[in-house]
Each structure stands twice: as C-alpha cells, then as structure tokens.
C-alpha cells in the first residue's frame, strides 16, 4: 500500500458534502479525480459494435486499486474479464467498477461466444475476484452498470462479487438478451470466504438461477428484483445471509436453501403461475427466520424435508427454530417488529465546479490537503435560513449554518 501511494499520481476526489436534491442518474467526475476512464485511457469505444475486450481487460490488469470508470455507451466483449486468478494479501483483490449509469453504461457478451455454451460447466463473464480464498478483499465496488450476456450463451454467468468488509454493489442490472432467457446464472456469491458486504437494488432478468450465495462470512442483500428464472430465483448453498426486499415473478422455485444453509429474510414478494411446489423449498433444516413474506402461484410458502409444508400465502413471522428470550415467557415467539430503516443514500453532486481535489502529500499524509478542501467547500455553503431540525427561522445576523445553535445557547444560559 505505501509502495503504491508512493508511485502512483493518485488523486481523491472529495465531494461537497452538503444536502442537494437527487438528480436523474448521471455518475460523472472531474477530468482529474483520478478513476481510470475506459474510453478515455484505454481507447475502448463502447459503440455496440467494436470488440472492446483487450481495452477492458488491460484496464482491469493495471487498476487494481483506482476506480475503473465507465461512460455511458455498449462495451461489446467476446471473452471473460476481470479478476481470475486472485491471491490472498496481494494487489489482485482489488476491483473497482463504476458506471456513468446503470441503464446507459452496458458491459454486453457477444452473441455465441466462445467457451459459454455448456450450462455443466458455467463460465464467468464478470468477475471482481476469482481464487484463493481470503478475507481481504476490502472495498470491492460495483455500480451503476449493466451486464449483459447477450443471446445464444447458456453456459454464461454475468457476475461474480467478491468483497470483505467494505465493499457494495448497487444499481446494477444482470440479464440475458437471449429470447429463451438462457444463461447459467445472474449474480454469483459463491467466492469463498465472501462478506461482510452489501448488495443493493440489483435486477436480474432470465437465467437458469438469478442468485447463488455460498461459503460467505456475512451478506446482506437489499431491493432484489427477480424475473424470469427458469428454475431457481435465490439459491443459498450453504451461506450466511440476510436478505430484505426480494421479489421473484416466474422461477419454478423462489428460494432453495441448502443443508447448512443460513438466512434471514424479511419482506419477500414470490409470484408465478402453475408452480409444482412451495416457494420456499428447504433440502435440511437450515437456519431460516421468515418476516413479512408473500406468495402466489405456488404450492404453499415451505417444503419442509422433515416436518409439515408450510401451505399459506403469506407469512407475518415464521421459524422452524425454538425461539430464545432474555426474559418472559417464549410464548409469544415474536419478534419487537423494529421499524427498518433504509440503508443511507449519499447524494451524487453532478456541478463539478463544487469538487474539490486532494493530493497525496508526503509520505501519504493528506491532512493539510484534506483540511483545506473542507474549508474551501465550506466557504461556498450559504448559512440555512430554517433549521432543519426544529423548523427555528434564522436571525438576520447569524451566520451559523443551524440558526438554532445560538437560540438553544441563549435557552440554556437564561435557564
């Protein structure tokens, strides 16, 4: 890491951090905040019609640690890229993607490319780690993209996410444009030693499997939208899982959870039409908390290898656990039902005039450079006329970004 901050001209970008309104999805930064750009560095075209692979492939190689930036545009691509040969404790654990925006920025297979074609043997189009197994990969992100394997490529699967501890994915969309839906599968989490990491607002649209999680530390994945699987929606191996938000329309089967399974999910919408069995099929008794969780179109919620299915089509809470009380009776066998509040949402500021740029300083000291672009971003932010806590209109005079600083002061003083 000192080696790489000594010998790279890497710059950050620090975005004011003020309340702006959300903007139409428009990811873009200033000309030197550092990301390494795809079209502007690495020549890739992303006109649909160019074979962009080695473009893409040499930037993944030589930014394993700087954003890999994406503007809008088809990036076509005929073979596997990313990391596939990852070491523990070495430079290829890390992978940054970014695209201008999920709809516009489009990494697409060719059609009928080579090596994946066979459904027994899945090939990895996208992959942010692939190797050994290790619990640092830290800050691992994708966003703002969509991975398309294209027509005629069953044997493909669109992504891979490795990350530990910091990592998220988010706004990206995973299809197959082939008219039968055909792939192998959409989001792979099956990396070894996967997690803790957030997975957030994910689409996946066809495949044989939409989702399949194993071997993972921890993950939690929130806002999934599945349609059109052809025979599993959500598929936890054998991985620890907390999952909120997920709807399936049209897989066979919603949810299959395997021996040594743990998950934990929290309002799931299931929707299909002539399906042969529950939704919720479990191959053992896995560890399994059910919240707020609907179907249709099934044959009841839960197959269950060793007690009674489950033949409801909504479940308010449900365990096939003993529940577990600090104090009182267990009777009651619920839970306090907490309100879920979203995960945070960090404003994108689209005015790159209101970026500020920090520099490495020496030895990788950035204090001074940090310091003065906050102090800079903040001699730009007019004060608040209202606070926005108590609803207090400022005085003329004050010049204090919460006006009802000085009013509380002047409360407590006279008390």
């Known amino acids: 890491m000192d080696n790489f901050m000594k010998t790279t001209p890497l710059i950050l970008s620090l975005l004011i951090l003020f309340l702006v309104p959300l903007h139409a999805e428009n990811f873009v930064f200033p000309e030197d905040a550092g990301v390494a750009d795809v079209k502007r560095d690495y020549g890739a075209k992303g006109d649909g019609v160019t074979d962009d692979t080695e473009a893409i492939k040499k930037a993944m190689e030589e930014n394993r640690m700087r954003p890999i930036y994406f503007p809008n545009g088809t990036y076509l691509l005929s073979d596997s890229v990313g990391i596939f040969d990852g070491k523990a ?13 999920e709809a516009g920025a489009i990494l697409k297979l060719k059609d009928g490319s080579p090596g994946f074609d066979d459904p027994a043997k899945p090939k990895v189009f996208v992959s942010t780690y692939q190797g050994q197994s ?22 493909a699967v669109a992504f891979r996410y490795m990350t530990n501890n910091f990592g998220t994915m988010e706004r990206m ?12 599968l959409g989001l792979d989490l099956s990396q070894s030693q996967n997690g803790p990491g957030l997975v957030k607002n994910v689409t996946i649209q066809g495949f044989d499997t939409g989702i399949q999680s194993a071997n993972s530390f921890s993950l939690v994945l929130e806002h999934l939208t599945l349609t059109g ?32 399974a743990e998950l934990t999910l929290i309002e799931g919408d299931f929707k299909t039409q002539g399906a042969a069995n529950p939704a919720i099929v479990l191959e053992e008794t896995p560890y399994l908390f059910l919240r707020d969780v609907k179907q ?12 009674e299915n489950l033949m409801a089509d909504s479940v308010d809470e449900w365990s096939p656990l003993t529940p577990q009380r600090l104090f009182g009776e267990v009777s009651a066998a619920k839970t306090l039902r907490l309100p879920i509040l979203e ?25 001074e450079s940090f310091q003065a672009a906050i102090d800079a971003a903040a001699a730009r932010v007019k004060p608040r006329s209202i606070c926005p806590r108590c609803g207090t209109k400022a005085k003329e005079n004050t010049k204090s970004p919460n006006p009802c600083v000085s009013t509380a002061a002047s409360t407590a003083s006279s008390a």
């Open 343 to 367: 995960t945070p949402v960090v404003p994108w500021e689209e005015d790159l005039s209101k970026w500020q740029r920090v520099e490495w300083g020496e030895n990788g000291d950035v204090s």
């Open 173 to 184: 969309t995973l299809r197959s444009s082939d008219p039968q839906g055909a792939g192998a």
């Open 296 to 307: 249709s179109g099934y044959q009841g919620m839960i197959k269950h290898p060793k007690g």
């Open 134 to 155: 290790t619990g640092d990969a830290m800050f691992t992100n994708a966003r703002n993209l969509t991975i398309d394997i294209g027509a005629n490529n069953p044997g």
């Open 229 to 260: 699987q052809r025979k599993i929606g959500y598929h936890n191996v054998i991985s620890r899982s907390t999952v909120r938000g997920l709807k399936i329309d049209g897989a066979p089967t919603a949810v299959l959870l395997g021996k040594h």
């Open 89 to 101: 404790h070495s430079r290829s654990r890390f992978l940054q993607l970014m695209g201008q925006s």
